[in-house]
């Protein structure tokens, strides 16, 4: 009866660790390596469990992402410590949210049950298949949240990640966790001049992988820099989010943030502000304040930030381009909201319990469908706002003509935690799967100038208040996975699939010659 008991014990609390150990693989720690451990101990735990049914099975999938998600989304609380009607949900997030994510793991699990996994490399694609495509799933369903896919692991090491401007960040994915499964063929049934074999093999695409980074890193710096005619200042400007609950005076804002940007009259220059410095007023209502705009720049400046605005009677969270006296020149509608941040799901069921937003307002914004690229003078960009970096293959589909990427973002709603840094990692993968440079300006976040090859030329910390200075950029040619997008992961899928029913057929006729013998 003891041991009964102690067993069914094991099956909640072994998964569940799995997965906390697994999330400090992830940014700000990298230690990728974990995972050739964890992964094996998740794919053999599965195995031996699966005997007990497919609710077992799932209920390790599940605890294992609960595990995974809860070490690593712990910050989400912070976003409610900001006024009082959102603290009694602080459990909500640290608990359901983690919960609710790992049920994607479970139906990983879940599936795999049907296909009865073997200490076998079949098995080994199956279950890389399904968690690929379930994490993929994961981007897309109630608006997606693709955030702290595995792969994000290798955020440090540039010269594995080259691969991602073929490939991208799901197919990567994907060959990651098939990777990191390797260590299990050591348990497996086969002959010994097999296992060294696969081991070999991957050793060998592992090795071409790094090689190929290596010549493409080495291959950019050989490219000629391009001297832009103005300088392009990111802006760090530290806003307390907690300011703005007080009802501080914008003009006060605008100026301090004025101060901080240093204008130089008779110097070209694009200022990039992150979002939410303004968070109090509305775009429409920059026009009372032109005066100090006109004061402090001039003809030869372009202001970049990120602001609300409205349009009839919906709300937008904006990136806009201003000349010297607060004219619009170029606009952008955010594409990719928040849930429960900038919009409230089942708005009039929840807004009748006295829910709203975690933003300032009671209305959500409203999204916008279609992402253009901007045009200042002879530089182009596509803009991004916040949250919307976290995206793989959705950056432009249909203009593959820019020069840079700009990312504002607000970090503040992360408090001091690892929120800023993974979502840091992300602006460096987009960077490496477009082959663009990377302009991101984040208010309490991460600030930085990111190369197409994901290195870090300029960096401001989230405790950091000033600018970077931008004076030349490389215009790096299109990558392919910029051209095709996430139909790449698809045809690795096809092939997986392909590869499965190959290896299934060949044990299947293997068996039959054995009996027949």
């Given at each position: ?16 660790i ?24 998740l ?53 359901i ?5 790992g ?33 993929y ?71 071409i992988n790094?090689?190929?980074g290596?010549?493409?890193i080495n ?24 300011r ?42 920059l ?45 952008y ?13 089942f ?30 003078d ?34 503040g ?30 208010n ?7 190369d ?66």
């Open positions: 009866m003891t041991s009964l008991i102690q067993n069914k014990i094991l099956i909640y609390i072994i998964p569940f799995i997965g906390l150990i697994t999330s400090f693989s992830l940014p700000p720690y990298g230690f990728f390596f974990i995972n050739f451990i964890s992964f094996p101990l794919f053999f735990f599965l195995l031996i469990n699966q005997n007990k049914g497919k609710w077992a099975s799932f209920k390790i999938g599940w605890l294992f992402g609960f595990g995974y998600f809860i070490s690593n989304l712990y910050w989400i609380s912070n976003s409610l410590t900001f006024e009082e009607i959102f603290k009694p949900l602080i459990p909500f997030s640290l608990i949210i983690p919960l609710f994510l049920l994607f793991y479970g139906l990983i699990t879940f599936l795999c049950f049907f296909f009865k996994l073997n200490k076998n490399f079949y098995s080994i694609l199956i279950f890389s298949f399904f968690f690929s495509l379930i994490e799933l994961r981007s897309m369903i109630f608006g997606g949240f693709p955030w702290n896919l595995i792969a994000y692991s290798f955020t440090d090491y540039l010269q594995l990640i080259q691969i991602l401007s073929l490939i991208g960040t799901y197919t990567f994915n994907l060959l990651c966790i098939t990777f990191f499964l390797i260590p299990s063929i050591v348990f497996f049934n086969y002959k010994k001049r097999k296992k060294i074999f696969i081991f070999f093999f991957s050793f060998l695409l592992i090795f790094f090689l190929y290596t010549s493409k291959k950019y710096k050989e490219i000629n820099k391009t001297d832009l005619n103005f300088i392009i200042k990111i802006i760090s400007p530290k806003v307390d989010i907690k703005f609950f007080k009802n501080e005076t914008p003009e006060e804002t605008i100026l301090e943030l004025i101060k901080l940007s240093e204008p130089e009259y008779s110097e070209n220059t694009i200022f990039v502000f992150p979002e939410g410095v303004l968070s109090n007023i509305y775009l429409q209502d026009k009372n304040f032109s005066n100090i705009f006109s004061e402090n720049f001039s003809n030869k400046h372009r202001i970049i930030l990120g602001i609300s605005s409205y349009e009839n009677s919906k709300i937008f969270n904006s990136l806009v381009v201003l000349d010297k006296d607060a004219n619009i020149l170029a606009k509608d955010k594409n990719k909201l928040v849930p429960f941040g900038e919009y409230l799901p708005e009039n069921f929840l807004g009748s319990f006295g829910l709203k937003k975690i933003t300032q307002g009671y209305k959500s914004f409203s999204s916008s469908d279609e992402r253009k690229v901007i045009k200042i002879n530089i182009s960009f596509i803009p991004l706002i916040c949250y919307e970096v976290i995206y793989s293959g959705n950056i432009n589909r249909k203009n593959h003509d820019f020069d840079f990427i700009i990312n504002i973002s607000e970090d709603w992360f408090g001091d935690s690892v929120g800023p840094h993974q979502h840091f990692s992300h602006s460096i993968f987009r960077s490496i799967e477009e082959g663009k440079n990377l302009v991101r300006s984040a309490n976040g991460i600030s930085a100038h990111i197409a090859t994901g290195k870090i030329i300029s960096k401001l910390k989230s405790t950091d208040r000033g600018f970077i200075k931008i004076r030349n950029i490389i215009k790096n040619k299109n990558t392919f996975f910029n051209s095709y997008g996430n139909k790449i992961f698809f045809y690795f899928l096809i092939f997986y699939i392909s590869l499965i029913f190959f290896l299934k057929k060949r044990r299947m006729n293997e068996e039959k010659l054995f009996i027949y013998k």
